[in-house]
T-cell receptor, first 114, second 116 residues
């Protein structure tokens, strides 16, 4: 079984400042890792994912996340945030292998202030 | 990718009644999932619905309360039965596309249910 921890339930940050949203997981098997974003009153959208290969993955809108196996972390970062980045961010893991389900973290609400 | 629609987008229902939520996908998929997102919380998997077999329910969820249909590879329904205010949540369906570049889940926009 897997579990996901997002230590920060809320992160307020000023526009154009950098931000890091933390994600740690535990699992008895190897996992795939994901970040999803949920804008107000919308469904979840995939932001980025780590399946294999380079441990640093990037999204098209400037976010990046780095898989750290030794620390079992997959923190999300952006060097300069915009007002439009205000949303709920969910880290998720999926165990490799047949029949493994997604497990979502509790979410971090990012509020970008003008 | 997959485009998913849900009906209704929101509803307000009286306790003791039932609501059926529809989920339509624009392509054929094997695996569909139903999640519940209670106010201010993360997603909790209710069940996995694969076409041609009975839905598989997660701990804490039972078929009598959340019956699911999966008549074909592009459609599923979730019914929330004998509702109480504790059932007020967003209900999301999702699909998983397995392949060389995926293991992603795509989500519908959700159905916001309020039970009074």
């Amino acid at each position: 079984a897997q579990s996901v921890t997002q230590l920060d339930s809320q992160v307020p940050v000023f526009e154009e400042a950098p931000v890091e949203l933390r994600c740690n997981y535990s699992s008895s098997v190897s996992v795939y890792l994901f970040w999803y974003v949920q804008y107000p009153n919308q469904g979840l959208q995939l932001l980025l994912k780590y399946l294999s290969g380079s441990t640093l993955v990037e999204s098209i809108n400037g976010f990046e996340a780095e898989f750290n196996k030794s620390q079992t972390s997959f923190h999300l970062r952006k060097p300069s945030v915009h007002i439009s980045d205000t949303a709920e961010y969910f880290c998720a893991v999926k165990g490799r292998g047949y029949g493994q389900n997604f497990v979502f973290g509790p979410g971090t609400r990012l509020s970008v202030l003008p | 990718s997959a485009v998913i629609s849900q009906k209704p987008s929101r509803d307000i229902c009286q306790r003791g009644t039932s609501l059926t939520i529809q989920c339509q996908v624009d392509s054929q998929v094997t695996m569909m999932f139903w999640y519940r997102q209670q106010p201010g919380q993360s997603l909790t998997l209710i069940a996995t619905a694969n076409q041609g077999s009975e839905a598989t329910y997660e701990s804490g969820f039972v078929i009598d309360k959340f019956p699911i249909s999966r008549p074909n590879l592009t459609f599923s329904t979730l019914t929330v039965s004998n509702m109480s205010p504790e059932d007020s949540s967003i209900y999301l369906c999702s699909v998983e596309l397995s392949g060389r570049s995926s293991y992603e889940q795509y989500f519908g926009p959700g159905t916001r249910l309020t039970v009074t």
